[in-house]
Nanobody
């Protein structure tokens, strides 16, 4: 079965950096669009980034543009999220997700575009 496993979360002070990883199994990773989402208590799940299949483009949310970058290593079936200049408001549970469409559509930030989800990794940013 499909499994997505996130890692790399933790506690960091504002201004610090973290790198999240999401390792996939049970699917042809290179054929999927991969997204990062986050959810804070009391808030809706927010789309952070999307990475299309090879050559399919990469998108990040306005709220993190210039601070977060996403990349993927198809040979390792792994998706990354490099988070720099972290802010307190970046605190939340971070999830990776897989979309069999393979490309990042205009609706890439909508959770229902993605068929598979990981369990999440917690990121806590303190002031």
């Amino acid at each position: 079965q499909v499994q997505l496993v996130e890692s790399g979360g933790g506690s960091v002070q504002a201004g610090g950096s973290l790198r999240l990883s999401c390792t996939a199994s049970g699917l042809m990773f290179g054929n999927y669009a991969m997204g990062w989402f986050r959810q804070s208590p009391g808030k809706e799940r927010e789309g952070i980034s999307c990475s299309g299949q090879s050559g399919g483009g990469t998108y990040v949310a306005d709220s993190v543009e210039g601070r977060f970058t996403t990349s993927r290593d198809n040979a390792k079936s792994t998706l990354y999220l490099q988070m720099n200049s972290l802010k307190v408001e970046d605190t939340g549970m971070y999830y990776c997700a897989a979309d069999r469409d393979g490309i990042c559509l205009r609706s890439w930030s909508a959770a229902d575009e993605y068929e598979y989800w990981g369990q999440g990794t917690q990121v806590t940013v303190s002031s």
